[in-house]
């Protein structure tokens, strides 16, 4: 038996995860463990509608589950206001199909790629956009745009902005830069609900 599945939506999303977690294995921040993230063919409204079917298949080969998946697009921004809302009920029906206790839902609102924008160096880094050749800064880039508001590090619509900064600087959207944002930027300032979730719950089920 496994120690843990992890139902993602998208290859971005897996790439990220599995990134982050073999780093926390890495630098000790968890116990070392088996695990697989898998993505849910359905993708975001599968992981919302059908995840507690999808991981009865995989109860009796791992120890815990996380279903993650993006608010925006799974049908859950239509029934709830919130994403801790669309947890909970999420996390209801995963106990009813025998996880009770040892599951939990990360949805990311909006997308995941609020996750990428860790701080105002994290994006820029990992795709290269150079302060030099661009002739600003990326973050200053963003301001001026109308992208994000002063002082602040994650943009208003964090995908779409991500992909105009891809598109500015002619980079072609790739899952390997969720994996190195995810193997390099610090952790511990990102303030992100969902994040921290996510961290203290593997934190709490494999603490060393």
């Not at 996390?91 to 599951?103: F, M």
């Not at 994290?122 to 200053?140: C, D, F, M, R, T």
């Not at 002063?150 to 500015?168: A, D, I, N, Q, S």
């Not at 952790?187 to 996510?198: A, L």
């Amino acid at each position: 038996m496994k120690d843990l599945i992890v139902l993602v939506a998208d290859s971005d999303q897996k790439a990220l995860i599995e990134t982050f977690i073999k780093r926390l294995i890495r630098t000790n921040a968890i116990s070392t463990i088996t695990f697989e993230v898998i993505k849910n063919p359905m993708r975001d409204p599968g992981n919302f509608n059908d995840s507690p079917d999808f991981l009865r298949h995989h109860i009796r080969n791992f120890r815990f589950a996380i279903v993650l998946f993006d608010f925006e697009g799974s049908g859950a921004n239509a029934k709830f206001n919130n994403r801790t809302d669309a947890e909970n009920d999420l996390e209801k029906r995963l106990a009813r199909n025998g996880w009770k206790n040892k599951s939990a839902v990360i949805i990311i609102e909006p997308e995941i790629e609020i996750w990428l924008w860790a701080n105002k160096y994290s994006v820029a880094n990992a795709i290269g956009w150079k302060g030099k050749e661009q002739g600003i800064p990326l973050h200053k880039w963003l301001e001026i745009n109308g992208w994000l508001s002063t002082g602040k590090t994650k943009p208003f619509r964090p995908k779409e902005c991500y992909e105009e900064v891809l598109k500015r600087i002619n980079v072609p959207r790739s899952s390997s830069i969720f994996s190195k944002i995810a193997d390099s930027v610090s952790y511990n300032g990102c303030i992100d609900e969902s994040f921290q979730k996510f961290f203290n719950i593997l934190k709490n089920w494999f603490s060393k």
